[in-house]
């Protein structure tokens, strides 16, 4: 939903599956209504406003650590690193996409197979690159929160802090889970 628009998000079938397979969070019933504002329009219409939004004005991007780094060198480390992350957990960037643009993180945790792996821990870079890097792109498009992408992009960051932020077990519940 957030990457640059296909005919896929205009087909019905495209919010059935929606529907059906995405989990219920609290924002399950926003999205949808994103993805029925979205099917009104034409193909050509979401291109051009997406097109307007992200490539064709400086004030707003995708890649995530252009907000704070720009093109500096701390930048290109982060990058790099980004780059290493996904081939530590098997995916290779294909395509001319840097490594921290917006939906290249998303795919990459939606179906790269990390949620096992011990090196869990390693993914903390990446999160913070996609929270840091949509709180400045929420900052600089609060004249615009009500657009259906910057819609999406709130929604993404509420998701991902749930995703994140985990409940501390109570020293009972700890001792339960252990088994004694």
């Known amino acids: 939903m957030i990457d640059y628009p296909t005919q896929e998000i205009l087909d019905p079938k495209f919010l059935e599956d929606f529907?059906?397979?995405?989990?219920?969070?609290?924002?399950?019933?926003?999205?949808?209504?994103?993805?029925?504002?979205?099917?009104?329009?034409?193909?050509?219409?979401?291109?051009?406003?997406?097109?307007?939004?992200?490539?064709?004005?400086?004030?707003?991007?995708?890649?995530?650590?252009?907000?704070?780094?720009?093109?500096?060198r701390e930048r290109g480390q982060v990058l790099a690193k980004l780059k290493m992350l996904y081939e530590m957990f098997g995916v290779q960037i294909e395509g001319t996409e840097l490594s921290d643009y917006l939906p290249l993180m998303l795919e990459f945790l939606t179906y790269s197979d990390w949620k096992d792996d011990y090196r869990q821990q390693d993914l903390k870079l990446?999160?913070?690159?996609?929270?840091?890097?949509?709180?400045?792109?929420?900052?600089?498009?609060?004249?615009?929160?009500?657009?259906?992408?910057?819609?999406?992009v709130s929604i993404i960051r509420s998701e991902m802090r749930t995703c994140v932020e985990q409940p501390e077990m109570k020293q009972s519940d700890a001792t339960k889970a252990g088994g004694e």
């Open 126 to 152: 990446l999160f913070s690159v996609i929270e840091d890097g949509t709180y400045n792109l929420l900052e600089k498009s609060e004249e615009q929160s009500d657009d259906l992408y910057f819609r999406t």
């Open 19 to 72: 529907k059906k397979n995405y989990p219920e969070t609290a924002h399950k019933d926003e999205l949808i209504e994103i993805i029925n504002a979205m099917q009104v329009y034409s193909l050509e219409e979401i291109k051009t406003h997406y097109v307007s939004l992200f490539e064709l004005n400086n004030r707003y991007t995708l890649y995530m650590t252009y907000y704070k780094m720009t093109d500096s």
